[in-house]
């Protein structure tokens, strides 16, 4: 297992007061940081007696390892977040979205995780066949991804891309925040994603698995979310209304309420798992 960056950027909301629910950590997807997590679901599930946590991935936000960006794998990145996890009061049930997904699976196929849930997950086929039906589909959004530099956004691009990320009735204000804070990705780790995802974990190892899709969602579509449900042996919960970045959408609540639904149904054992 590669070694963990050093300084990883955690963001949290504790409960206002003690509680027996597991903690839960955030794992943002590719382009962002951990700060995605911050306006809605840190607060609600905090409030709802989940101890949250998020964090930003190496090369990510306030994290260290800008510099090695580029050569930073997927295997890298479940450094991190196992790094993270073990440094929780107790073990956290893993939430990732998109590429976030992709690294908790890997994560729960190394180890043993009290519970996975994987939002808008790239399916088990990789990013190839999904860039394939984006090309078909879509042709403007891989000419203007191929254009894509954080450092230097121009209102053009970002006009392009917001289709493919948010719905129409994405909050303007936090649309302008949520440019703050993308990102560059490492190019070994889409390569990685290009790839075929591991399989589910054995039998000893297997956590209980929640997968959450939305139905505007043109990056990760719902045939596919259903896809990455099938793999894990699970249906999948596709939500009306909401885009690929469902946890800023203005209907998130619609996402983290069938979320905390799921999580409430995880037996006592599950939940008071230290290990």
């Not at 027996?20 to 599930?45: E, M, Q, T």
């Not at 403007?140 to 009735?169: E, K």
């Amino acid at each position: 297992m590669p070694p963990a960056e050093p300084k990883l950027q955690v963001l949290s909301q504790l409960p206002p007061k003690r509680t027996s629910k597991p903690p839960l950590l955030f794992v943002h997807g590719g382009y962002v940081d951990a700060w995605c997590w911050s306006p809605f679901f840190l607060p609600w599930f905090a409030a709802h007696g989940w101890p949250a946590y998020a964090l930003s991935l190496r090369g990510h936000g306030a994290s260290g390892g800008h510099d090695t960006l580029f050569v930073a794998s997927l295997d890298d990145y479940v450094a991190d977040v196992i790094s993270i996890a073990d440094s929780l009061p107790t073990p956290p049930v893993l939430i990732g979205h998109s590429m976030g997904a992709a690294i908790v699976e890997r994560v729960a196929a190394t180890r043993r995780t009290r519970a996975t849930a994987l939002l808008a997950p790239v399916p088990p086929t990789g990013l190839i066949p999904m860039a394939a039906r984006l090309a078909s589909e879509r042709p403007d959004y891989l000419l203007q991804m191929s254009r894509f530099d954080p450092m230097r956004l121009s209102s053009d691009v970002l006009d392009a891309l917001r289709p493919f990320y948010f719905s129409g009735t994405v909050n303007r204000k936090l649309l302008a925040e949520a440019m703050k804070h993308l990102n560059e990705e490492s190019p070994r780790a889409l390569f990685d994603l290009s790839m075929r995802m591991p399989f589910p974990p054995p039998a000893e190892r297997r956590s209980p698995v929640f997968v959450l899709g939305a139905e505007g969602d043109h990056i990760c579509s719902p045939a596919e979310v259903r896809a990455t449900a099938r793999h894990h042996g699970v249906d999948a919960v596709i939500v009306p209304g909401l885009a690929h970045m469902l946890m800023l959408e203005r209907g998130w609540q619609r996402a983290a309420k069938a979320l905390a639904s799921w999580l409430a149904t995880l037996s006592p054992a599950v939940r008071e798992r230290r290990g």
